[in-house]
């Protein structure tokens, strides 16, 4: 038999790639690393894991407590913080980390590929592993930006992963109880990673149901349900759904006084359903490539979307063939699952969509793999010079995209901004912020979240709900602000600001505008 080891190597030099690029970034320090591998909801999240673990509760300004985080993604910077001794070590560890877990899906791909090079599981492990290179690198300032997406990404393949083993077992016999248990604790997790993420979760579950005792069961589908595993089995199933639900909720309730995570409530409210944008910001969580301002083409990223469900539920595959019949499974469980997520999200901010990628990703590279397996058989190419061919054209394209890819300016000024009030203004003083997160990190104040995301639950109820200027002034004096750094208010905000605050630093913005440092005015 021919060893793999030349295609697999290819995957693995390919995770090594995308593993390389961004650590030459972390190397250069924390202003490099804020401009080119975060954003500023990163810092909600290392801002809040910091707070945690060096006052003992859940905040992100040291005087709210909040439960605006993912659980997960919240636990495992809450674990570095332990391992950090100053914040700038902090943020090059959770950016590791990040970087780290959005090339794991390298390891599954490799898993899949098989061990003779000659057999299409090897050409599907490498063309995943092209099209994961280039959907997770373009634009480079999208995902590796330090939140969950990668965790979740990660998650993801895992349970893609376990989901194939126990199909390729049911082709030569009865399923372990402990391998569907282990799938169960995955789909739990991938919920903890994003509690948006439970109809992903639920559609797997249904699919593992569907694959042991219904009619996708490889070998003797049935129509009916008929039970194959000890009804244990079942029950210690519904158990582990339940505690990890009961757990994931009580954080939220313990944490910041909701069930909910306020990041939710405060998007759920600005829901827009009517408008051109949100047909836009549909398109960004369907297709993973976007240009930059061109909306009206991104939208085509829609129909791509439904053309490709239909290919492939359309997909004739031969009887035996095994490896494409479950990863078309796979696929078509995803795309529904994010199909489901879009749709019941549809209309909400722009930048949320950002944060779920994860599974669209995922769907993507395991779709173009299977269509591009199917054209190389189709043309009768060879194997290995179609995957050489594929690496470089795609190594080059990533490279030329990393190396053109300028700073993020606004990111830059803010980082400014935060070290100029960390060396300026008083140390015990209160600074609001409706983009509070680097200038929270870096300026080493208590910064008072105003978009409400990070914030507390009565903050919303009380404020942004009611879209009370007098109230927002009144939250001000609770709290005790006196200073407010931005470079944007909304417009309902704007003659309160100007009314009560004056400008003693302004950072200019390549684009225009500026991040303006204001005292307030009593």
Aim: glycine share 8%; net charge positive.
């Amino acid at each position: 038999m021919q060893r793999s080891e030349p295609m697999r190597w290819l995957i693995a030099g390919l995770a090594l790639m995308q593993l390389a690029i961004p650590l030459a970034y972390i190397a250069a320090g924390e202003a490099r690393i804020n401009a080119f591998l975060t954003n500023d909801d990163t810092y909600y999240y290392l801002q809040t894991a910091w707070n945690a673990r060096h006052l003992g509760f859940v905040t992100f300004d040291g005087i709210n407590a909040t439960n605006g985080v993912q659980f997960l993604w919240f636990c495992v910077l809450y674990g570095l913080a332990f391992l950090s001794g100053d914040k700038s070590t902090f943020l090059a560890l959770a950016s590791t980390a990040a970087i780290v877990l959005t090339c794991a899906p390298y390891a599954v791909m490799w898993r899949l590929s098989g061990d003779n090079s000659r057999r299409r599981e090897a050409l599907l492990g490498v063309f995943m592993a092209l099209w994961w290179f280039l959907i997770c690198a373009y634009p480079p300032n999208q995902y590796l930006s330090g939140l969950e997406s990668p965790l979740h990404a990660s998650i993801i393949w895992l349970i893609v992963l376990q989901y194939i083993r126990i199909y390729r077992r049911l082709s030569i016999g009865p399923v372990r109880s402990s391998s569907a248990l282990f799938l169960v604790v995955l789909l739990i997790l991938n919920t903890w990673t994003r509690l948006d993420s439970f109809g992903l979760s639920a559609s797997f579950l249904v699919l593992l149901l569907l694959t042991i005792d219904g009619p996708l069961h490889p070998v003797s589908p049935s129509v009916s349900f008929t039970r194959s595993l000890p009804l244990a089995t079942y029950i210690a199933g519904a158990l582990v759904v339940a505690a990890g639900t009961v757990t994931l909720f009580a954080f939220f309730w313990l944490a910041g006084g909701s069930l909910m995570p306020v990041s939710a409530i405060v998007k759920g409210h600005q829901v827009n359903r009517l408008s051109l944008g949100a047909f836009y910001n549909w398109s960004l969580v369907l297709f993973p490539l976007r240009i930059q301002g061109a909306n009206l083409l991104n939208i085509l990223g829609i129909l791509a979307m439904f053309g490709s469900m239909w290919k492939l539920i359309g997909m004739r595959v031969a009887s035996g063939d095994r490896a494409i019949a479950v990863l078309r499974l796979v696929a078509i469980t995803l795309g529904a699952s994010v199909l489901v997520h879009s749709i019941a999200t549809f209309g909400m901010f722009r930048y949320y969509y950002f944060w779920y990628l994860s599974a669209s990703f995922t769907y993507w590279t395991i779709a173009l793999a299977l269509f591009g397996v199917e054209l190389v058989e189709r043309r009768a190419w060879g194997h290995r010079m179609t995957a050489v061919l594929g690496a470089a054209v795609a190594v080059p394209v990533v490279c030329l995209w990393w190396l053109r890819e300028p700073p993020n300016n606004l990111a830059a000024t803010r980082y400014e901004a935060g070290k100029w009030i960390d060396a300026n203004v008083e140390a015990d003083a209160v600074v609001g912020s409706f983009n509070a997160g680097q200038l929270g990190y870096f300026s080493n104040r208590s910064v008072v979240n105003l978009d409400g995301l990070i914030n507390n639950v009565r903050y919303f109820e009380n404020v942004l709900r009611t879209q009370s200027p007098a109230a927002l002034s009144a939250y001000m004096d609770q709290v005790g602000i006196d200073y407010l750094a931005d470079h944007i208010v909304g417009t309902t905000w704007r003659p309160l600001i100007e009314r009560q605050f004056i400008t003693i630093q302004e950072f200019r913005l390549a684009s225009g505008g500026s991040v303006r440092v204001m005292k307030r005015v009593r």
